[in-house]
């Protein structure tokens, strides 16, 4: 949102206008920030009357004090997939943190995460989302009851990633891992990626592109967004990486 102009108000006071004139000078472009402002002059004896309509966008902020800028993933339910039912379940670091530490100290997993190391170095990473704005939830992928992968679900379009890509309004992001060796290798990965891809377009009606960022070198990863319905939209420098920009279309979703 542009700044307030903290300068109105503060020159001279112009001659006042007639009604005609305040009513075209006050309605204002179409696509302003906060709308159309109309006066209501009828009775030259009454006061003004000022409408004032906020767009979409600000009433999704005021939303999101209360519900998260992602909704609630808590409440998404499970999606039925050819492997076993699997939902998102949020972190909770009482239950979690010594799970998901375990699983980022997997030389396979480091590789990419760079978050092997002590157990506070998890718990940090953890809760500077949990103790965030809400822009991204961290969350365990459980499958038939059991936890076998970590996700990050996050407002693409508010994330540094945004000033690297053209993004849209409420582009939803992930990152996935996951936890076990016995779990990657076999196309478990883009079966649950196709899933939470759904639940996410599902979910959000306001979402109508899922995107992801895996790194350039990691070409299973790469591999599985494909086969999930993702496309390849370009590559990207971003601090760290080069990543494969990953997009999937919501107007596509039907043909992938």
Same mark, same amino acid.
């Given at each position: ?46 006061? !003004? #009357?000022?409408?004032?309509? /906020?767009?979409?966008?600000? =009433?999704?902020?005021?939303? *999101?004090?209360?519900?998260? @800028? +992602? ?99 409420? !582009? #939803?992001?992930?990152?996935? /891992?996951?936890?076990?060796? =016995?779990?990657?290798?076999? *196309?478990?990965?883009?079966? @649950? +990626? ?63």
């Amino acid at each position: 949102m542009p700044p307030t102009d903290t300068g109105a108000g503060t020159g001279p006071v112009p001659a006042q206008p007639d009604s005609t004139t305040r009513r075209a000078a006050t309605e204002g472009p179409r696509n302003s920030l906060f709308g159309r402002l109309t006066v209501e002059d009828e009775d030259p004896d009454s006061e !003004d #009357t000022l409408e004032l309509c /906020l767009p979409a966008e600000f =009433a999704a902020l005021r939303a *999101g004090a209360t519900t998260g @800028l +992602l909704g609630r993933p808590a409440t998404w339910g499970s999606a039925v997939t050819p492997v076993g039912s699997f939902q998102l379940t949020p972190v909770r670091l009482d239950r979690d943190l010594s799970l998901v530490h375990r699983w980022m100290n997997d030389p396979a997993v480091a590789e990419f995460w760079e978050l092997a190391g002590p157990r506070t170095r998890t718990e940090d990473h953890l809760r500077a989302q949990l103790h965030g704005d809400g822009r991204s939830v961290p969350c365990l992928g459980v499958l038939d009851g059991t936890p076998m992968s970590y996700w990050e679900i996050y407002r693409a379009d508010l994330d540094p990633l945004a000033r690297h890509y053209p993004a849209r309004p409420h !582009d #939803t992001g992930i990152h996935l /891992l996951l936890g076990d060796a =016995a779990d990657r290798g076999r *196309g478990l990965g883009s079966v @649950l +990626l196709r899933a939470v891809a759904d639940l996410i377009l599902d979910r959000r009606p306001s979402c109508a592109r899922v995107v992801a960022e895996p790194d350039l070198r990691n070409t299973p990863s790469i591999a599985a967004f494909l086969s999930a319905g993702f496309r390849f939209a370009a590559e990207a420098d971003l601090p760290g990486k080069r990543a494969a920009l990953m997009i999937r279309d919501r107007v596509l979703r039907d043909a992938l």
